[in-house]
């Protein structure tokens, strides 16, 4: 069936230094795409977001890209830091005005000082 | 207010008690979303309403599980005869808009629930 995913579960890394994080998705009908931080105890927090007809979009210190050719979508960190440690979640919404977003399972980054 | 806020925080329930989670959206927000979160897991789609008018329940696992939102603004979920693989956080999430749009949605801190 249609799913969201994401390859790595756990990501470690130095403060300071850049982070990626990667989603699959293989709903080839969804046009809408966001990432979520969530912090232990805490919901979800919105991130950053992109549409279809965008490839990339940057944020504060994010930076989303979108590649529709291999459905993959991936989620810079710059200059990471230890507030960013926390679990990521990419959420997909497909076309039609659907408003439920379809989360991945997520990723659990770590930033060590 | 200054965002969603849901209560009780934490609820620990003997199997087959009914509890009842509140949620108190973004003032304003014409729609609102309750979500489950297995341990691990991404949060999982419940029930949507837009204004007081309950337009989705697909993701309701069974009928214990009730939602409502009688006036517009506060909404609670009650879950009936509670079973232990009911334990979860629970989520509630607002927007300021009809649901159809592409919206940001903001959650609230959840409500743990354990069932014993």
């Known amino acids: 069936g249609e799913s969201v995913g994401l390859h790595l579960p756990t990501l470690s890394v130095q403060e300071g230094d850049n982070s990626i994080i990667n989603c699959a998705y293989s709903n080839s009908a969804s046009d809408y795409f966001i990432w979520y931080k969530q912090e232990s105890g805490k919901g979800p927090q919105f991130i950053i977001d992109i549409r279809s007809n965008m490839d990339k979009r940057q944020g504060q210190r994010v930076t989303v890209l979108l590649n529709k050719t291999v459905k993959h979508l991936s989620l810079q960190i710059a200059a990471t830091q230890p507030g960013d440690s926390a679990v990521y979640f990419c959420?997909?919404?497909?076309?039609?005005?659907?408003?439920?977003?379809?989360f991945g399972r997520g990723t659990s980054l770590i930033v060590h000082p | 207010g200054a965002g969603v806020s849901q209560s009780p925080r934490y609820k620990v329930a003997k199997r087959g008690q009914d509890v009842a989670l509140r949620c108190d959206p973004i003032?304003?927000?014409?729609?609102l979303f309750w979500y489950q979160q297995a341990l691990g897991q991404g949060p999982e789609f419940l029930t949507y309403?837009?204004?007081?008018?309950?337009?989705?329940k697909s993701g309701l696992p069974s009928d214990r599980f009730f939602a409502e939102r009688p006036e517009g603004s506060v909404s609670t979920l009650k879950i009936q005869r509670t079973q232990q693989e009911d334990s979860a956080v629970y989520l509630c999430?607002?927007?300021?808009?009809?649901?159809?749009?592409?919206?940001?949605?903001?959650f609230g801190p959840g409500t743990r629930l354990l069932v014993l």
């Open positions: 309403f837009q204004n007081e008018a309950q337009l989705d």
């Open positions: 959420a997909e919404r497909p076309t039609g005005g659907s408003y439920i977003p379809t």
């Open positions: 999430a607002s927007s300021s808009r009809s649901g159809l749009y592409q919206e940001t949605q903001y």
């Open positions: 003032s304003g927000h014409v729609s």
